[in-house]
Nanobody, 124 residues
Framework: QVRLVESGGGLVQAGGSLRLSCAAS????????MGWFRQAPGKVREFVAG????????DYVDIVKGRYINSRDSTKNTVYLQMNNLNPEETAKYYC?????????????????WGQGTQVTVSS
C-alpha cells in the first residue's frame, strides 16, 4: 500500500521560505511521477509543481516559477518543495500526490495516491 506523508508546513512571514517534504513508501517509484497541490479554504485544489521520479524533470505553475524548487532524494524515497518569497495568498494546505500513468500530474484526476496534507500559513 502506497503511503505519502507530508511535513514541513508552518507559519511564516511574507517573504519567508519553507521546505516541504513528502516521504513515500509502499513500492518503488521509478515509473511514477509526483505532484504538489494546494488548497485554500473555499477554493479548489490546484497544481503547484510536479516531477518525474526517475529522470527528475520538473514543471511548475507559472506563478511559482523562479520561487519554488521541486527536488527528490531517491535514496530516501522523498520529494521536497522549497518555497521562497512566500506571500499571504499562498496560504493553503499543501498536498503531495503520486501518479502512475502521467508524466507530470497536473490535475487531481491524474493522481492515484494522496498524502494527508500540511498547512502553510503566510502572514502579512
Amino acid at each position: 500500500q502506497v503511503r505519502l506523508v507530508e511535513s514541513g508546513g508552518g507559519l511564516v512571514q511574507a517573504g519567508g521560505s519553507l521546505r516541504l517534504s513528502c516521504a513515500a513508501s509502499g513500492r518503488t517509484f521509478s515509473r511514477n511521477s509526483m505532484g504538489w497541490f494546494r488548497q485554500a479554504p473555499g477554493k479548489v485544489r490546484e497544481f503547484v509543481a510536479g516531477m518525474g521520479w526517475s529522470r527528475g524533470f520538473t514543471d511548475y505553475v507559472d506563478i511559482v516559477k523562479g520561487r519554488y524548487i521541486n527536488s527528490r532524494d531517491s535514496t530516501k524515497n522523498t520529494v521536497y518543495l522549497q518555497m521562497n518569497n512566500l506571500n499571504p495568498e499562498e496560504t493553503a494546505k499543501y498536498y503531495c500526490a503520486l501518479a502512475e500513468y502521467v508524466l507530470i500530474p497536473k490535475t487531481t484526476a491524474s493522481c492515484n495516491f494522496w498524502g494527508q496534507g500540511t498547512q502553510v500559513t503566510v502572514s502579512s
